[in-house]
């Protein structure tokens, strides 16, 4: 993850909490993820569809990608609650407001946001500023996935429970992490309880997207190199099915992009859909 000492979000998580609500004011009905939570959270000013980033025309692909990833583990939440999954991670929560937005799901649920310890506390300071604070149930664990540590372990410590099963997401994270966090990411997740399921988006390489989304890719990549938070991991959906597949997991799927497109943006009149610059892997223990 990039290197984040101020005790702010990053750009990276703003945007995409902008990014949610431009779609659901922007983009035809019916949303295919409807949160305006992340906006009131990151407060961006009564001008920011002025920003240059926020040009609906602009790069609807990436906006389609960041709204998927959460649709898609919103669904897996949802899905594995059905079958008596109580506990829910996400890695690198950013500007997640899953709780915020399901509360009536909270009796049944124990939520744990990792995110670095500066972001997380502003967080929690904006949450209490807006009266929303922090429910029962809802977990902030600070953790730095570039230190070395075991995200597996600092979790145990704040009172996950080990011998349950989980769900637990990494979404929009691993494009930013050196590739080594995010094998022992996945190699952590295998001491997740059995029936636990683990999902996490990865950036394929560039010369793996297709045309149109790929020049708009490689704009994305030069940006965030400006910004200071450069995209420094891809891998082939081949590459990150081995890797799973060497942790140890039970099961490894690759949900790419077409699979996704068909799911969630079928028949939409304004022609909203990701690209194949970010793909999923779900796995099983």
Do not use: C
């Not at 372990?153 to 992490?177: I, M, N």
């Not at 991991?233 to 997991?249: K, V, W």
């Amino acid at each position: 993850m990039p290197e984040q000492t101020s005790a702010e979000p990053s750009s990276l998580a703003v945007r995409a909490a902008l990014w949610r609500a431009l779609h659901v004011q922007h983009d035809d009905p019916p949303a295919v993820f409807d949160d305006e939570v992340g906006l009131r959270l990151a407060d961006p000013g009564d001008d920011w569809r002025q920003r240059p980033d926020m040009d609906p025309d602009d790069n609807p692909f990436a906006r389609a990608a960041v709204i998927t990833r959460a649709r898609f583990g919103e669904d897996l939440v949802l899905e594995q609650l059905g079958r008596g999954v109580g506990q829910y991670v996400i890695l690198g929560a950013g500007l997640d407001t899953f709780a915020q937005r399901r509360a009536e799901l909270l009796p049944s649920l124990r939520i744990f946001e990792l995110d670095l310890p500066g972001p997380q506390s502003w967080k929690r300071r904006r949450l209490a500023e807006l009266g929303l604070g922090t429910p029962a149930g809802l977990h902030f664990v600070p953790y730095d996935f570039e230190s070395g540590g075991s995200w597996w372990e600092t979790l145990a410590a704040a009172g996950f429970d080990t011998g349950r099963p989980a769900v637990v997401v990494s979404l929009g994270v691993s494009a930013f992490l050196q590739r080594e966090a995010t094998v022992a990411m996945l190699r952590q997740g295998t001491a997740l309880a059995p029936g636990s399921t683990l999902a996490t988006t990865f950036q394929l390489p560039l010369a793996m997207v297709e045309p149109g989304p790929r020049e708009i890719r490689a704009r994305i990549e030069e940006a965030a190199r400006a910004y200071g938070t450069p995209f420094t991991s891809f891998f082939t959906p081949e590459e990150i099915l081995a890797l799973a597949r060497d942790a140890g997991f039970r099961t490894a799927d690759h949900v790419p992009a077409p699979v996704l497109a068909a799911r969630y943006f079928a028949d939409r009149a304004d022609g909203l859909r990701p690209s194949n610059a970010e793909e999923l892997l779900v796995v099983t223990t």
